[in-house]
């Protein structure tokens, strides 16, 4: 069974740093694109960075450019997101999900999803 499971949200201050991680089972992980997507209250789900399987690329909103970094450990099939300097915008459910091919803005290129983690910037 394809699953992907986030985890690693929580409440932070402004300022502060958190690390997500997103687990895949039931598909081998370096095989697919990964990206990390985030919905806050109101807002359509957009995404936050890539790291495409394709053409190995990575890919930042310029909301998190400099701040987010993306990485993977294929020998735990995870993938991860440092996010250091977090502002009150930062604030929503961050998802990631997996494909096939190339980094995509569009969620509908996109083939399994996690649960989502709620990540709270707010002092």
């Known amino acids: 069974q394809v699953q992907l499971v986030e985890s690693g949200g929580g409440l932070v201050q402004p300022g502060g740093s958190l690390r997500l991680s997103c687990v895949a089972s039931g598909f081998i992980l370096d095989s697919h694109t990964i990206g990390w997507f985030r919905q806050a209250p109101g807002k359509e789900r957009e995404v936050v960075s890539c790291?495409?399987?394709?053409?190995?690329?990575?890919y930042y909103a310029d909301s998190v450019k400099g701040r987010f970094t993306i990485s993977r450990d294929n020998a735990k099939n995870t993938v991860y997101l440092q996010m250091n300097s977090l502002k009150r915008e930062d604030t929503a459910v961050y998802y990631c999900?997996?494909?096939?091919?190339?980094?995509?803005?569009?969620?509908?290129?996109?083939?399994?999803w996690g649960q989502g983690t709620q990540v709270t910037v707010d002092s």
């Open positions: 999900a997996a494909n096939r091919g190339y980094c995509s803005g569009s969620t509908y290129e996109y083939d399994y």
């Open positions: 790291s495409s399987s394709s053409d190995g690329r990575t």
